[in-house]
């Protein structure tokens, strides 16, 4: 292997198939058992509100875990772009939902291969030159793309701002033979308020009442049309607005989230908590699955640690948590306390973290798991993941496709 190869294959297995031993840290780890409690406690939240799920590829662009929630009864993966898109279908995707406006001609060109390679492809429109655009391409290319209207908020993101710009856009769609409309596409995430439940609550009701005014108007093509929003943090709202409104006899609602496949420690952590605190009847709720592990670096002075970690190895929305400590080549069963450590700075590859006073016992070379919030962006540091069983024994490396 070449040096150039080896700079970018960080935490990869060096020997030895224990994660104590013989592995080049920092690493990025998915726990198995979590992982798999995730996958199978979504798709069952899903299934018993009557929705399909398409996570959102977007948060880990791992192919291994796309092919594991589709095993789970994912109905097809969310992604963001083009690219991401190509990605996912040559490793065996074929339902493609792209949550996102499809603009610019190269972009076109790679999902106009995608069609014609056999995906069942979907993008979202928000606007007459984008609708515009669209139509002309795809007609030049002999093919017929699935859109769905998005309809957002004002001063949100992107999406039109009401059901009059959506039924007004669906009449553009209609004069357009290359692109069939196949549903209407929302984001609730973007939604705010004094009472941001209520507020989500009353977004799901409009996308329902668009969706049942296109279809009430006869401006839906497809025979299978969709209805979809929901990000990881607001999809029991979401969810429950659509069964409530009882749109099986019409639509396909169909479900986003993405970061429950591995949770997090940090920003749906919290989000997690609001869930089961609005539905006590759900049981046990997401396991964070995601952890970084890196080494004690320095004991520069009392009181300081430095590890061997910094923003290129894990998402710093929020500062990570220290959650365990090892001994190199020790016994995972025994952990060694980390009460009272707390990361107060960040560099490229350095974390400072402050130790309490009682913190005795502290080795260079000590590995420490850490959390993160917001998994998205710490799968996009790493070109591999290490998924490890309840030993901390290596089972499988997973390659990631950014």
Known sequence: MSDAKMCCDKGTMEAGPELLVGVSLPAAVIHEAPLAHNLAWMQRFADDHGARLAPHGKTTMTPALFHRQLAAGAWGITLATAPQCRAAFAHGVTRLLMANQLVGEANMAIVAALIEGGADYYCVVDGAANVRQLGRYFAARGLRLQVLIELGVPGGRCGCRDQDEVMALAEQIQEEPALVLAG????EGVVHGEEPASAVRAYAWHLVEAAQALDRDGLIESPAPLITASGSAWYDLVAEVFHEARLKAHFVPVLRPGCYVVHDHGLYREAQRGVLGR???LERGLEPA???FAQVQSL??????VIALGKRDIGFDQLPVALRRYREGGDPARSLPVAGWKV?????Q???????????GVAVGDIVAFGASHPC????KWRRLLLVDEALRVTE??????
């Open 184 to 187: 209407l596409e929302g984001y």
């Open 279 to 281: 539905r006590p009847d």
């Open 290 to 292: 995601l952890e970084v």
């Open 300 to 305: 520069p002075e009392p009181g300081l640690a």
């Open 344 to 348: 107060t700075r960040l560099m490229d």
């Open 350 to 360: 350095h974390a400072f973290v402050r130790l309490p006073e009682e913190a005795d």
């Open 377 to 380: 962006l710490t799968f996009d």
């Open 397 to 402: 490396t997973l390659a990631t496709c950014f």
